[in-house]
């Protein structure tokens, strides 16, 4: 993305809520003759509406300019949603996103992350900041990795507007439930997926001594082997917020 627009897209994404900084950042591109200023008007009204689905005239400009917009991204980066003129949910690799030259810049709230293998060099060194104000992440491991994970989450932490954090680590459970804490890393986290994890009756009990109990509204611990007495304890002091 050139220079130029970059002021408008960090204020869209320092406010991604607001459709203000959208509007302003429109009559910018409408005055310089890009399509994507009437893309992002014709989203941000239909979204106002409360219509759901594409209207014709999004259609007919996705169509001609979708891969010429979806090329301001990192390489690889897939599964896109256009949502009010901007993408707001993505999946890409870990590696996208070490990647100083080419940074994740959008207003990205719904974040798959894909992590083939554990780098060592993501736990030596610090990652750029992530510029993106994601309310939900999914961290997908092809391989397991366990309680490396949270090292590396913490370094692009702090997390402000997180909400949801959903891990896909079969290793996570055994290694890194008891050293999950509610802290500065997650201020705003309300809901902790920890599907497949393999937590055990161990990492069930830190879960439930925690400070969890006291932040989320939904614990969602599907497939793990917990034993039947921890289930009874995770549901005394969650109640009807665990899903297990």
Same mark, same amino acid.
């Given at each position: @993305?050139?220079?130029?627009?970059?002021?408008?897209?960090?204020?869209?994404?320092?406010?991604?809520? =607001?459709?203000?900084?959208?509007?302003?950042?429109? =009559?910018?591109?409408?005055?310089?003759?890009?399509?994507?200023?009437?893309?992002?008007?014709?989203?941000?009204?239909?979204?106002?509406?409360?219509?759901?689905?594409?209207?014709?005239?999004?259609?007919?400009?996705?169509?001609?300019?979708?891969?010429?917009?979806?090329?301001?991204?990192?390489?690889?980066?897939?599964?896109?949603?256009?949502?009010?003129?901007? *993408?707001?949910?993505?999946?890409?690799?870990?590696?996208?996103?070490?990647?100083?030259?080419?940074?994740?810049?959008?207003?990205?709230?719904?974040?798959?992350?894909?992590? /083939?293998?554990?780098?060592?060099?993501?736990?030596?060194? /610090?990652?750029?900041?992530?510029?993106?104000? *994601?309310?939900?992440?999914? *961290?997908?491991?092809?391989?397991?990795?366990?309680?490396?994970?949270?090292?590396?989450?913490?370094?692009?932490?702090?997390?402000?507007?997180?909400?949801?954090?959903?891990?896909?680590?079969? @290793?996570?459970?055994?290694?890194?439930?008891?050293?999950?804490?509610?802290?500065?890393?997650?201020? /705003?986290?309300?809901?902790? =997926?920890?599907?497949?994890?393999?937590?055990?009756?161990?990492?069930?009990?830190?879960?439930?001594?925690?400070?969890?109990?006291?932040?989320?509204?939904?614990?969602?611990?599907?497939?793990?082997?917990? /034993?039947?007495?921890?289930?009874?304890?995770?549901?005394?002091?969650?109640?009807?917020?665990?899903?297990?």
């Amino acid at each position: @993305m050139s220079a130029d627009r970059l002021p408008f897209l960090k204020a869209v994404i320092a406010a991604p809520a =607001d459709d203000l900084p959208r509007l302003v950042f429109a =009559d910018w591109l409408d005055e310089h003759d890009d399509p994507r200023g009437e893309f992002v008007r014709l989203q941000v009204d239909r979204h106002r509406r409360g219509v759901a689905g594409i209207g014709p005239r999004e259609y007919q400009l996705l169509l001609a300019h979708e891969p010429a917009w979806r090329a301001e991204l990192p390489a690889g980066c897939h599964q896109m949603r256009f949502r009010r003129g901007f *993408v707001d949910r993505l999946r890409c690799h870990a590696r996208h996103l070490f990647d100083r030259e080419h940074p994740l810049l959008a207003p990205v709230e719904h974040l798959t992350v894909e992590v /083939s293998h554990l780098r060592a060099e993501w736990l030596a060194h /610090s990652p750029p900041p992530l510029a993106v104000p *994601v309310r939900e992440l999914v *961290v997908d491991c092809r391989e397991p990795v366990g309680r490396e994970l949270l090292t590396v989450l913490r370094r692009f932490g702090p997390f402000e507007r997180l909400e949801a954090l959903r891990l896909r680590d079969p @290793m996570f459970g055994l290694f890194g439930a008891d050293a999950l804490r509610p802290d500065d890393t997650f201020p /705003s986290l309300r809901v902790l =997926d920890l599907s497949g994890c393999g937590v055990t009756d161990g990492g069930a009990e830190a879960l439930a001594e925690n400070g969890w109990a006291g932040r989320l509204t939904e614990l969602v611990l599907h497939d793990n082997p917990i /034993s039947a007495g921890r289930r009874v304890w995770l549901r005394h002091r969650f109640g009807g917020r665990l899903v297990i």
